[in-house]
């Protein structure tokens, strides 16, 4: 019963135009009973990709605002007592495309920096696609775990991209492809 409280007092807030409170560096994460509410949806990687996105972006504007170096931080580790996996990986792909976002957005003379995103968000879409694609076949258990080879990783904004990339193929490849 408390469940579908919540799921309805989320509905309601959304119907109503609100949404999470924009977050940023040092503020506080969005509240426990609403990500779990929304946790429920039919959709739950979007559904993490889109609160995600949302603090993300705060904070890449806000990082941009104070000038400081391209240095997205989620509290990852918190979210995994709240969320279940598929979630708790949108949310935190969209963490980081916010973060990137809000960061580069308007920037002038982040070529290079974007150019490095986009060729991480690939590298990453790759392989979690297959590794994804793998794990359904292997019927085990909803885990990705992007792991950038330090070898190839040049930018943060790379690594960044790789993340996303890599959570959203992984997605991609659990659930849909054949």
């Known amino acids: 019963m408390k469940r579908y409280w919540l799921l309805a007092i989320a509905v309601l807030g959304m119907t109503a135009g609100t949404l999470l409170p924009p977050t940023s560096l ?8 609403e990500l779990n509410a929304r946790a429920d949806a039919e959709k739950p ?9 949302e ?15 391209y240095a997205p931080q989620l509290d990852a580790e918190t979210l995994k007592t709240w969320l279940s996996d598929r979630v708790r990986a949108g949310y935190q792909a969209g963490f980081f495309a916010g973060y990137q976002d809000g960061y580069h957005h308007d920037a002038d003379n982040q070529t290079a920096a974007i150019q490095a995103f986009n060729t ?13 694609n793998i794990c359904r076949q292997q019927d ?14 040049a ?4 690594d960044s991209g790789y993340r996303i990339g890599y959570w959203q193929g992984f997605e991609k490849g659990y659930t849909y492809w054949e």
Not at 45 to 53: D, P, V
Not at 58 to 67: E, N
Not at 140 to 153: G, I, L
């Open 26 to 33: 040092g503020a506080q994460q969005p509240q426990l009973e």
């Open 45 to 53: 990687f979007e559904t993490g990709y889109n609160l995600g996105y």
């Open 55 to 69: 603090l993300g972006l705060s904070q890449g504007h806000q990082g941009r605002r104070q000038a400081a170096t």
């Open 120 to 132: 991480g968000y690939t590298d990453g879409y790759r392989t979690g696609l297959n590794n994804g």
């Open 140 to 153: 085990c258990r909803y885990n990705p775990q992007p792991t950038v080879d330090p070898a190839v990783s």
């Open 155 to 158: 930018t943060p904004e790379y």
